[in-house]
């Protein structure tokens, strides 16, 4: 399978490794690469100078990236050096955070290069990404793509996943128990996933 990918980018690559998941091949991106410099942040980065210059000016990361952040493995003392840092800026009269948090900056910055890797993804390797797994776009992924090809493929996704729901209704009924099991099995988490992006 990877001699017939020759010639994609890494950023290609990564987008068609996304959609053999049921998510949204952006937003996994975008959110991966926030996530894994968050890790790398608490493994290293918490006494580089510039960064905690960064993250005061910024106001630290946004609750959803708090969310994240208290979930990789060990934060405790990384946690209390930033925190001590961005505190004492807040109590000494901080001023208003500017821009976007420091892994939403991360997330904005993949999501972009995701979009135009997707774009320019040639259509044989989009159509047999799309045949060999159930990776989708949420709306808001979906929505930023111009009229064209790829947005017609994903729409149609839609439509797929539409029937997948109607599936999984009919089936819940006890007289289709045995039906129950299939591609529509979990239709209702990628329809979250179309509606909420990365959860
Ligand atoms: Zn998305
Ligand atoms: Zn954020």
Known sequence: MWAALRGLNGDQLAVIE???EPV??????AEGEARRSLEGVLRDGVNDVSLRNDWRRRGGLCA????????LESPPL???????DLLGTYLEGATVPAG?????????RSEKRALTALRRLPAKHLDAALESGPGLLCLR?????PDGEVRQRFRERLEELRAHLRE???TSDHRFVNERKGPHADAWLRALRVF???V
């Open 168 to 170: 999984q209704i009919r």
């Open 24 to 29: 949204c091949a952006v937003c996994s991106r």
């Open 100 to 108: 976007p948090c420091p892994a939403c900056a991360v997330v904005e």
């Open 196 to 198: 909420g992006g990365d």
């Open 78 to 84: 990384s946690t209390a050096i930033l925190l001590e």
């Open 64 to 71: 959803r990236h708090w969310r994240v952040w208290r979930h």
């Open 141 to 145: 992924h979906l929505e930023s793509l």
């Open 18 to 20: 996304a959609l053999s």
